[in-house]
């Protein structure tokens, strides 16, 4: 980390202005700097300045160390950007500032000066852009499922989210309850299926105020679970469950660290496993290729 200082220039300012600048490499100049005081300065009986700045090329930016006397008044100012435009601008305003006239001349009025009225080299930049970090929450929801099982079946889910200005990451657990399968000619007899999963969606996202619109994907995995209900020997099977879910979700968030949402998920299963009662041929269900939830949910942010 060296200083990438190569000369102090002193220039021909006005009377008034008693302006050190060093020659920087990336740096307007001395020159630059003093006519950019001299056009931000509203014209009157000036006071008098006298400006000593220290700018060094670091390997983050730049840094400056500005001592100003103005009369009785010193004033010293320390700054870092990654460019050195932004801290000639600072500095220019700095002084056109303690330079204000005693007494505006007659007839003149004040106005600010112009971007154009900037010279070259000069021109004001834009502050850079400051990212604020992402929420860290934690949610659960109240859902109802269709396929598996066949008819609706309540559920829950619950996981961490991380929350950006324009995207969404998931890691979510899911549990339905067991929803009953029959036989349509022995309702007695039959089974009670129940889903455990984990998922990891990925969603991009729209606010405005204190509404927000995601629309996410993901990859679901986990077991389903079969319990036979009202037959001869009542066995158990845990199969494996793989499932793309797609869908949309609206939230409002009243509070920073707080809000409530709505999904709809399509749930596309990858692995459609048949059941049958024993040794029954007649098929009691399958998995359908396509299922549906529907939700509602809380979520509370930690950061």
């Known amino acids: 980390m060296q200083p990438a200082v190569l000369a102090l220039v002193l220039v021909a300012e006005p009377g ?3 302006l050190r600048w060093p020659e920087v490499a990336g740096c307007p100049t001395a020159a630059e700097v003093a006519a950019a005081i001299e056009r931000l300065t509203p014209a009157g009986t000036r006071r008098p300045v006298v400006v000593d700045a220290a700018v060094a090329a670091l390997e983050a930016g730049y840094s400056l160390e500005l001592s100003l006397r103005a009369g009785d008044a010193v004033l010293q100012r320390r700054a870092h950007d990654v460019s050195c435009g932004p ?17 505006a001349g007659e007839g003149e009025a004040r106005r ?34 269709v396929g598996p099982p066949r008819s609706p079946a309540p559920g829950l889910q619950a996981g961490l989210a991380v929350v950006w200005p324009r995207a969404r990451l998931e890691l979510r657990f899911h549990h339905t309850f067991a929803g009953a399968l029959r036989y349509a ?8 299926l129940q889903l455990s999963a984990a998922a990891v969606r990925g969603c991009p996202r729209r606010a405005r105020g204190a509404w927000s619109l995601h629309l996410c994907g993901g990859l679901e995995l986990g077991a389903l679970t079969a319990q036979g209900v009202g037959l001869a020997r009542n066995e158990r099977s845990v199969g494996m469950w793989a499932a793309g879910v797609f869908g949309p979700g609206l939230q409002w968030q009243p509070r920073s660290w707080f809000s409530l949402g709505l999904e709809v998920e399509a749930v596309v299963a990858l692995t459609r ?7 029954a041929p007649a098929l009691l269900y399958r998995v359908p290729p396509v299922g ?6 809380v979520a509370v942010y930690f950061f």
């Open 87 to 103: 801290l000639a601008d600072a500095t220019a305003v700095i002084v056109a500032v303690a330079a204000e006239p005693l007494e």
């Open 273 to 279: 496993r048949g059941y049958t009662a024993g040794d």
């Open 16 to 18: 008034w202005l008693d």
């Open 112 to 145: 600010p000066a112009q971007d154009d009225e900037i010279p070259p080299g000069l021109r004001r930049s834009r502050p850079p852009e400051v990212r604020p970090p992402p929420a860290i929450g934690a949610f659960m929801a109240v859902i109802g499922a």
């Open 185 to 192: 000619n022995a309702p007695g007899a039959g089974a009670r």
């Open 292 to 297: 549906m939830r529907f939700g509602a949910g």
